[in-house]
């Protein structure tokens, strides 16, 4: 378990007991994350499972990959810290990471 | 047909409230040599593998050497994770509400209005024109002289296509007939989209093609695929999720009182126990590991996902699987239309679309003055679809 601190839009914070070897979308889902909405269920074709990770985290948590790219790009959300939370895989290197959800998924 | 209880969960004596599982459990045809795996955990996994590739619907006999000849339904790897990018944004949630949302506010006016008209109308063509607006706006066929003769041109290619010929004379009249009905697609629909999306490109499907020079049967057969997948499969499943709350007044109230999320709800639970597409294969091009029981696959092994089998997991579902209830998934804290549109990297684009389109045909229908149910569907079976028809609903409403 590996703890992740979640940043609403509305400043309201929440920390989870993440696991590890699943997604963030999945451990967000499981731990009732409400900006998180994962319409797809991890397949990258949503959008809706947007996370801006905060600036020290970024080299850890890795750029954008070729698969986020179309769906982050409909989404027009150009924040420098956006992934999809289901590409990113929770490791213990993942311990503290924090990160916003946006505003909205649409 | 009526809710059954002699299906229904055997622990919890709950209902069975599904009414296409009796005429699939009768018709379902895996292909011959696929072994059917219905674990939601298995099935995921397969179809998420990046060492399966697509089989059964005819799979086997597309030439993968002339990509721009066959649709990317057929296609895997780096091809198709190419062709599904450059139409992702066409599916995105923002683009629905921002351009696809007007398209269906516009069909469902003149559907209401034409209803209105006639006092009475079979659900199926109502649903029909609502599915093929949608889609077509999506792949780009604008251009038609009105969207009632390519709705009827687009079905006469797609309806026909799957039904039996068996005698010879018979086939090559049909070959025939098939030749004519798609020359009529092509030169009424198809062609004065791609000489006017030469001349300026917009955001479709069509657009992408003419830019990637598809060749002519390339083109046919693409459009044809969105026909097939986003515009039938819309079809029944508006048909069917307006059976099940014409039918269940208590369902029919939460769903008109509902905020948009629930509706969403109600459908995508309707989806999951009435699933328009069953099965799925895949065929392992290397041996595939798995911690998950019936997830690993022996090279050149082919699978059959039961879609149907996998929506009524019991380890997804909770308990009374075969029970409408809206508030499952939330509960189980699972995507709501479980297996039903595919999963990994063919998961339906349409998914959302579908949705959005079924919630604003059902919101408007179901509020119009006297509406009624005046017959139910017969419920067939396509066997070349492997999927449930809804033939014969006839919904009425006061006339005004
Ligand atoms: C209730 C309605 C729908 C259902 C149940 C449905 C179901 C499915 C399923 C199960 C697949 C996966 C096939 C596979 O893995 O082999 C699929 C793929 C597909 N669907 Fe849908 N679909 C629906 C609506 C739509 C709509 C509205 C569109 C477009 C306007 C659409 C376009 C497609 C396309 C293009 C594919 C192929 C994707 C690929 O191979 O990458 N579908 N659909
Ligand atoms: S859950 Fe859909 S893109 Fe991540």
Redesign the pocket.
Known sequence: MVAIRFIAADGSEQTIDATCGISLMENAIANGIEGIVALCGGNAYCGTCRVHVEPDWRAVTGLVTEMEEPMIEASGDTHPGVRLSCQIEVSPALEGLVVRTPESQE | MSTVQARGCPVHQGRDDRKSARLADANLAPAENARVVGSFAAGREI?RSSKVR?AG?GAEMVDLSRPDEI???F?DGDQ?RKR?AAVAGL?APKTIVTRHRAVMDRTMDSIIASLQERGAAPLDELSWQM?VD??AE??GLTESDSNVNLAKRVRAVLDSSVSHNPSMLKKLLFRALMMIRVGRFWKHDLLPVIEARRKEPKDDVISYMVKENYSRKGMIMEAL??GG???M??R??IVMAAWHLFEKPALRERFLSGDEEDQFAILEEI?RLE???SL?HRRAVEKTDSTTRGGAMAEDETVCIS?RDANVDEAITGPCPFELDPDRAKRMKVVGPYM????????????Q???H??RVFLDRLLRLPGIRLEAEPDILWNPQIQGYELRGAVVACDQG
Do not use: K, N, W
């Not at chain 2, 039903?340 to 998914?351: N, T």
């Open positions: 179809l697509q619907a649709s990317f339904f296609l198709h599904r599916f599915a949608v889609a999506i792949i695929s969105y997948a986003g515009m499969t819309t029944e499943f989806l699933p328009v597409a799925l879609i039903s549109f595919g999963d990994g990297p063919h998961r339906c684009p349409g998914a679309v579908a949705l389109e079924t």
